[in-house]
């Protein structure tokens, strides 16, 4: 009577409930249906809430399990958001600040303070970088002051010189004028320099009636103008011919010249 009243009483359970309470004693008790059928009602009471305080049991690990994945994912993320800032903070401090430090001492450099120099501690790249960019500006100061101390004995030379001597650029623009060119023409030198060319102060009749003997001579058709004083010495030959300058005043004043490539 006792396993007839227990199955009326499941009969008014949803068949859902029922079959997952036979499932979950047969799944975890390894009870076969038969054993579960033929159980009083208070043993199988017994055992539907040992199988829940199981099941709760479970269900608690779990949370626990969740909640300590979830505090070491959030102890990685801010060990790695430390990791990432203290690793900025060593970049910046060893490398973004030294290379601010050469690029200060380079553009000192080019603003002409020839005594800059990059002055970095340690024994690494940007150290050995920093030194060789300091002797490569103490070579080129050291250059850079011969080559200027070079070039004003040969401007004292020039100017000096009781002859006229005239510069002038692959392109006929005249680039240097002596003292005794403007004495000799009248012109002041900063009119003439990257302005003009020796075409104006040359007899173009001259010029051209040269420029006939000069084509034939070398065998080519030169242009009428600056090639034609300066075409044989581009070739190597020596270059000296007697001409007529006309000074700024309309004077013509007959010279020796004599032409050289550079």
Do not use: C
């Amino acid at each position: 009577r006792t396993q007839r009243f227990f199955r009326v009483a499941l009969s008014h359970n949803s068949l859902e409930n029922y079959y997952n309470t036979n499932f979950s004693l047969m799944q975890h008790h390894k009870y076969s249906l038969t054993e579960i059928e033929d159980m009083i009602p208070w043993e199988r009471d017994i055992y539907v809430g040992m199988l829940q305080q199981y099941l709760e049991d479970e269900r608690l690990k779990q949370q626990q399990a969740s909640s300590w994945l979830i505090k070491q994912s959030l102890y990685i993320a801010v060990g790695s958001s430390l990791a990432a800032i203290l690793l900025m903070f060593v970049m910046n401090t060893l490398i973004t600040k030294r290379v601010l430090k050469i690029q200060q001492a380079l553009d000192r450099w080019s603003k002409g303070d020839r005594n800059a120099q990059i002055s970095l501690k340690g024994n690494n790249e940007l150290s050995h970088i920093g030194n060789m960019i300091n002797s490569l500006v103490k070579q080129f100061s050291a250059d850079e002051e011969a080559l200027i101390f070079s070039q004003q004995v040969n401007n004292a030379i020039i100017h000096s010189a009781n002859y006229s001597i005239i510069a002038t650029d692959t392109n006929g623009i005249i680039t240097s004028f002596n003292s005794s060119a403007e004495k000799l023409l009248g012109y002041d030198k900063h009119d003439l320099i990257n302005k003009q060319s020796p075409a104006l102060f040359h007899d173009i009749n001259e010029v051209k009636s040269h420029n006939k003997k000069l084509s034939a001579e070398l065998g080519i058709e030169i242009p009428v103008g600056f090639e034609t004083l300066v075409s044989k010495s581009r070739t190597g030959i020596p270059d000296e011919n007697n001409w007529t300058y006309i000074a700024k005043n309309g004077k013509r004043i007959p010279i020796r010249l004599s032409v050289s490539a550079l």
